[in-house]
């Protein structure tokens, strides 16, 4: 798995193999894109792969959230690296 994914903003703790992704999120780490304040945050983890065609992913996010501002998701961005 990981020869064909690397990290934008690698975690200081994770742990994967073929099947599952494990990681525990750094504090102060965001993705915000365009918001009202006019910033931008790219500080979350993202484990990545490049694609040269049309795919199909899936994903089951499981989180420990300690409060409302918290959310896990995955997001697939064009172009960006």
């Known amino acids: 798995m ?7 903003n690698e975690p200081a703790v994770w742990r994967g193999d073929a099947t599952a ?4 999120t750094d ?3 965001d993705f915000w894109q365009e918001t009202f304040y006019g910033f931008h945050r790219d500080s979350g983890h993202a484990y990545l792969r490049p694609v040269t065609s049309d795919f199909t ?7 420990a959230y300690r409060n409302s501002l918290r959310s896990g998701g995955a997001d697939a961005a064009a172009g960006r690296a």
């Open 2 to 8: 990981a020869e064909a994914f690397r990290w934008h």
């Open 21 to 24: 992704l494990t990681l525990k």
């Open 27 to 29: 504090v102060k780490t």
């Open 57 to 63: 992913g899936s994903a089951t996010i499981n989180g």
